[in-house]
């Protein structure tokens, strides 16, 4: 890029800064509802929900109560929710069977779901640590390795039972070699052409995730294990492009930068090196330290909240799964009414 260069006072750059018009038509990005996609907990029963300690003002809700949910997030033009279940123990396995009982947790949502809201896009998380007694992502050996091959399998079973229940966009969160490719031939020859694929590509084995892991009851699974033979090394930047070239080259249509605010720089390379859809997501532990500043009065939630949003555009985010989607977009409807 070619910066124009002129000499004090020719040049004052605080001259467009003074009024807000001038500050509004020169604005680089800007945020809308249509950036905004919200994660949401699923759990099993009727007229259930449940708070989440370490991530305040966010519930888990049963198919009933999660379709009242739905109801506000179509009125406040939300296009698309992110579902990730809630598995009871007697259902986790060594296997993950359940990731692809066709009239599992998720599955009945997502029926449920776009029977009632078809306009609504609902995307669904493909990954076993939900389902897995580990809370590993994947099938371990006798080592506690997680085999590839195998699990890649059962992702693809998984992967088809959601688009057979009717979720728009499969979302392989797992970080196995080669499980794009063998979900998009499956989808193409199960008759799912059109069932979108959005690759976790840069997922990085980040200490961010601690609320999440709280949230679907992973983490009691887990028992202080990390990820770090599967997901990114958080030292590495070039391995990220690698992932997301090989996750287009599979059969990806969108690709998947995790955590966000921390790395905008691999956000920014991706969209600008590669020119791909490019989506990033704010995780619950960017949330949980946000919640923390913002109800100790340390931050004021609505300035920081649309800052942190507007950062990701900047870096090129296309899109953000945030916690804070419903709220933002409250917001921007009362900024345009």
Known sequence: MNIITS?????????????????RLMSENTLTVNDLIYPMFVLEGFQRSEKIASMPEI???????????????????????A???????????????????????????????????????????????PYTTHGQDGIID?????????????????ALSHAAAGADIVAPSD???????????????????????????AKYSSSY?????????S????????????????????EALHEVALDIQEGADMVMVKPGMPYLDIVHRVKTELAVPTFAYQVSGEYAMHMAA??????????????SLLCFKRAGADGILTYFAKRAAQWLKEQNS
């Open 59 to 81: 519930e888990r809700f049963s198919v009933d109560l999660l379709l009242k949910e739905a109801a506000e997030l179509v009125e406040l033009g939300i296009p698309l929710i």
């Open 175 to 201: 970080m196995m070699d080669g499980r794009i490719g063998a979900i998009r031939q499956a989808l193409e020859e199960n008759g799912f052409v059109n069932t979108q694929i959005m690759a976790y590509s």
């Open 7 to 23: 000499a004090f006072p020719q040049r004052r750059m605080r001259r467009m800064r003074k009024h807000e018009f001038s500050r």
């Open 209 to 217: 995730y601690g609320p999440f892991r709280d949230a679907v009851g």
């Open 294 to 307: 913002i109800q100790n009065g340390w931050l004021a939630e609505k300035a920081i909240v649309m800052e």
């Open 83 to 129: 579902l990730f279940p809630v598995t009871p123990a007697d259902k986790k396995s060594l296997l993950a069977e359940e990731s692809y009982n066709p009239d599992g947790l998720v599955q009945r949502a997502v029926r449920e779901l776009k029977q009632a809201f078809p306009q609504l896009g609902i995307m669904t998380d493909v990954a076993l640590d």
């Open 219 to 238: 983490a009691s699974n887990l028992k202080g294990g990390n990820k770090h033979s599967y997901q990114m090394d958080p030292a590495n930047s070039d």
């Open 142 to 158: 006798d080592t506690g390795y997680i085999m590839n091959d195998i699990t890649t399998e059962i992702l693809v079973k998984q």
